[in-house]
């Protein structure tokens, strides 16, 4: 089955820098690739996906970058502000809408001020 | 915005017994969901349901867990005999259709096993 790594665990960076997030995947066949923010104690909630046949996805503060060759997909987070704290799970999903999701360990980004 | 709704927020229950998690998918999705997530663990994937049957269920998902749609709204989770090792948050999912791969999750059931 599908295993998906995740680094850094913990990621501290100072308010208004960038944060990056990386995933490596193993199944060639994944084809899907959501990144969650979840809040303590709150619902993981999406925050942008990517599919495999593009390399790249923006929206507004938030980015993800695709390697299918490599295997491995990126968040960035540019400009970021305390309300970016949070854990972040990078996920893969196989062939098939009913597939479930493979989530990543987590990251745990902190915001410093 | 719809949202995937989960009763009860709480669970507490002896070792042993059978519990029942709720969920109310998003109306006009397709496609169900559960997920589990041990505290300070990542989330791991339980089953998927489409078209009234199991779709896909991962090694977590044996004999003592069940799913069922018992009418156009509602998603069970039933877990029977549970384990000290079942204590996780419960969370729902659901999803549009296969062309729309996003899922939503809802707020999650906490099950305490005592």
């Known amino acids: 089955g599908e295993n998906v790594e995740q680094h850094p665990s913990t990621l501290s960076v100072q308010e208004g820098d960038s944060a990056v997030i990386k995933c490596t995947y193993s199944?060639?066949?994944?084809?899907?690739f959501p990144w969650y923010k979840q809040e303590l104690g709150k619902r993981p909630q999406l925050i942008i996906d990517i599919r495999s046949n593009v390399g790249e996805k923006k929206d507004q503060r938030i980015a993800v970058t695709l390697n299918k060759t490599a295997k491995h997909f990126s968040l960035h987070i540019t400009e970021t502000q305390p309300e970016d704290s949070a854990v972040y799970f990078c996920a893969a999903r196989g062939g098939g809408g009913a597939d479930g999701l493979t989530f990543g360990k987590g990251t745990h980004l902190i915001i410093q001020p | 915005e719809p949202e995937v709704t989960q009763t009860p927020s709480h669970q507490v229950t002896q070792m042993g017994q059978e519990v029942i998690l709720r969920c109310v998918p998003i109306?006009?999705?397709?496609?169900f969901y559960w997920y589990r997530q041990i505290l300070g663990q990542k989330v791991e994937f339980l089953v998927s349901?489409?078209?009234?049957?199991?779709?896909?269920k991962s090694e977590i998902f044996d004999d003592q867990f069940s799913v069922e749609r018992p009418d156009g709204s509602n998603f069970t989770l039933k877990i029977r005999s549970t384990k000290l090792e079942d204590s996780a948050m419960y969370f729902c999912?659901?999803?549009?259709?296969?062309?729309?791969?996003?899922?939503?999750f809802g707020s999650g059931t906490q099950l305490s096993v005592l």
């Open positions: 999912a659901s999803g549009e259709e296969f062309t729309n791969e996003k899922l939503f």
């Open positions: 349901f489409y078209n009234n049957e199991i779709s896909e």
């Open positions: 199944d060639s066949a994944s084809n899907y």
């Open positions: 109306s006009n999705h397709l496609y």
